[in-house]
């Protein structure tokens, strides 16, 4: 039963997992977004790459954010969040409880966090920082370590490649949409058409030749964390874009040791709201692949703040239906019994 | 009720995706039930020689079969990969599982009504053909095989609803089976009897009631340890659909037990417990599609969970820090 249950959640190595012989080490992505511009290259250059239709133009009201979220055919979506004094206090608040319970990782003492934190309320004091904050983050699929999309998915289109990454084979899905319900994260989405979207009514340029590439519609589509360029030794087209390296690329372990890292130099430079959202291998998910350094709480960002995949509890739900299918036949044969007909 | 929880989100916008299903699929849900419980019906016949409702049976249980099949087809994104499901099988899907259920169920119950299509059509009622010898075990067999993969077929529809991260869905996985076999059972007991003389129906009648009992009852306890998603069952068009199912229910089935004897009233009961089974799968349905656009539902209750697994760390840290017991330690000792 262990290994059923490993199989389900908990620490793992998923390339292994899914009878990969001496896989390459895990590859994943960090997202450090203290340091991200919000410049969108990431966006642009994994529409390009990738070949993914335009699926949406025009404003939204929500700051500079005018993709809206993950889906079918936007891959990297750019976060926009604009906050006062109020939101960051409350912000900072939040990650001093979370450091005090010991997480990510911090050595409690480790270094004098009320001296770094009144240095940056007295820099708030005299007008040296700003009473006003963006919070940009560039979000993209987890590839989870325990994936709901891929365990769901009837057809094994969505599969585990050996870099431990979650892939959407196009000719094989058929379209069921039932990964799209089993997404922790809103991330994966069936493509319903192929041409350009638009906006609370805004007309787009959707008659241009880029537009009418050969996105296939009707099937899942996400992130594959450039399987393509993966196989030649190229990092993601998002992460080879970013320029101030706000997003990083390479082998899971090592973006997990430099999280830490940076995460502990903003503690210490009294930045207390930082915190690391999916490297810790024992939460919900088992860990992701993409792992991200937030500012705030994560559903700030339009994340789930503690994701369970659906199939942990698989076992259990089976094992309630398994009893409401005897109760049925049961009470099927109850019916029959007792006198004849009147 | 819960008090109004304060939540951040990004800009209101749904953290999950609702799944992309259009109405095919609570009819999938409805029908493939209403085939599960007619094969049982017709099994019941079988071996207790009720002729018509053994026939009855068979013939709903294909046809609504077919009209299951069509409709989960239908909903696909790519119609013509439909076969793909049989690619592979896959413990881990409940789609995958439930794909197989269908063809080994469809497999008996096409046996099964072609049995009776045959002895209406062929002369003498099939006697005289080659191997008629054999027809009673036949029989036989199809009436096990249908039962064997019918309660899996109105069982399943329940897990591929839980097994999904939309919020309703997912925190009704210990009652839903209950209230799907429930819905089945008191379904394939309305339309038997709609279909079948009420001489035949004593069986048909029970089932109903009981069926109607089951899922109410269970329905009862799942809006009752549920929380806060259970609150779009309550609200909007899955409000009034499920409002309207329960009513059905519990009217259908009284009118059974009151009226059943007589052919009017077994027909109007029965119609309203086959509307009822039919409503409950859209109502839930419906409630579990506004849970994942609302993101309310993702972030309250995990914002719930996460704050009672911290208070727990917090009581560990400070037991380690005196000495004494953790409340955890002491119940693993007790």
């Known amino acids: 039963m262990s290994l059923w249950r490993n199989q389900l959640s908990g620490p793992t190595d998923p390339a292994r997992d899914a009878g990969w012989v001496d896989p390459p080490p895990r590859q994943g992505f960090f997202t450090d977004t203290s340091i991200c511009i919000g410049c969108k290259a990431c966006e642009v250059a994994c529409k390009e790459w990738n070949q993914l239709p335009m699926d949406r133009l025009g404003m939204t009201g929500a700051s500079y954010d005018n993709s809206i979220g993950l889906g079918a055919s936007t891959w990297r979506h750019v976060a926009f969040v604009e906050q006062t004094t109020e939101r960051i206090a ?9 450091i005090a319970l010991g997480m990510p990782g911090l050595r409690p003492g480790a270094m004098d966090l009320a001296a770094a934190e009144s240095a940056a309320l007295a820099a708030l004091a005299t007008g040296t920082l700003p009473d006003f904050r963006w919070l940009i983050a560039s979000d993209v699929c987890k590839h989870c370590t325990h994936a709901a999309c891929l365990d769901v998915c009837p057809t094994g289109s969505l599969f585990r490649s050996e870099f431990g990454t979650v892939v959407v084979q196009d000719e094989i899905c058929n379209g069921c949409g039932y990964c799209v319900a089993a997404c922790p994260f809103g991330v994966i989405e069936r493509r319903e058409d192929a041409g350009a979207g638009t906006i609370s009514g805004v007309a787009s340029a959707g ?10 519609t009707g099937i899942a589509a996400k992130c594959t964390l450039c399987y393509d360029r993966l196989h030649v030794g190229a990092p993601p087209a998002c992460a080879q874009a970013c320029p101030t390296t706000s997003i990083q690329f390479g082998d899971l372990d090592l973006m997990r040791r430099r999280a830490t890292e940076r995460v502990e130099a903003l503690h210490a430079k009294g930045f207390t709201e930082a915190r690391l959202y999916g490297a810790d291998p024992n939460d919900g998910i088992g860990g992701t692949g993409s792992i991200f350094l937030l500012l705030d709480e994560p559903e700030v960002y339009g994340l789930p703040p503690d994701p369970v995949v659906t199939t942990h509890d698989l076992p259990d739900i089976f094992r309630k239906a398994g009893y409401a299918g005897l109760t049925m036949l049961v009470g099927a044969a109850l019916s029959f019994l007792g006198r004849r007909d009147s | 009720m819960v008090p109004e929880a304060q939540f951040a989100s990004y800009y209101g916008r749904n953290i999950v995706k609702p799944a992309p299903w259009g109405h095919e699929i609570p009819a999938y849900l409805f029908l493939g039930g209403l085939a599960a419980g007619s094969a049982l019906v017709a099994a019941g016949g079988e071996m207790t020689g009720r002729r018509e409702l053994q026939r009855n049976g068979r013939l709903i249980a ?9 409709a989960l087809i239908s909903d696909l994104g790519k119609p013509s990969r439909f076969h793909h499901m049989m690619r592979t099988v896959k413990l881990t899907s409940p789609m995958s599982i439930g794909s197989w259920i269908l063809a080994g169920f469809g497999a008996f119950t096409g046996v099964a009504a072609l049995s009776e299509v045959v002895k209406e059509v062929a002369p003498n009622q099939g006697r005289d053909l080659p191997m008629a010898w054999f027809w009673p075990y036949g029989d036989r067999l199809a009436s096990i095989g249908a039962g064997f993969f019918s309660a899996p077929l109105a069982a399943y529809t329940a897990v591929l609803l839980s097994d999904t991260a939309t919020p309703t869905w997912h925190a009704a996985y210990r009652e839903l089976p209950f209230v799907f076999v429930g819905s089945a059972l008191a379904a394939a007991g309305g339309t038997a009897m709609v279909t079948t003389t009420t001489r035949e129906c004593a069986p048909a009648r029970r089932m109903a009631v009981g069926g109607a009992i089951l899922e109410t009852g269970a329905f009862a306890l799942l809006e009752r340890q549920i929380g806060v998603p259970g609150e779009t069952l309550h609200r909007g068009r899955a409000g009034r659909l499920l409002k309207l199912a329960k009513a059905l229910t519990i009217g259908g089935a009284a ?6 004897r007589w052919r009017p009233s077994a027909v109007a009961a029965g119609l309203a417990l086959a509307t009822a089974s039919a409503l409950t799968r859209f109502g839930v349905v419906e409630a579990g599609m506004e849970s994942a656009k609302d993101p309310r539902y993702t972030v309250v209750p995990q914002k719930q969970r996460l704050a009672a697994r911290r208070a727990q760390a917090a009581i560990d840290a400070a037991s380690e820090i005196t000495g004494l017991p953790s409340a955890q330690a002491l119940a693993e000792q007790a």
Do not use: D, I, K, Q
Request: glycine content about 20%; aromatic content about 2%; proline content about 3%.
């Open chain 1, 207 to 216: 008659s241009s030749g880029r537009a009418a590439t050969s996105a296939p």
């Open chain 1, 90 to 98: 409350a912000a900072r608040e939040s990650g001093r409880a979370l």
């Open chain 2, 255 to 260: 009118l059974t037990v009151v009226g059943g």
């Open chain 2, 62 to 70: 294909l046809g609504a079969l077919g009209g299951s099949t069509y």
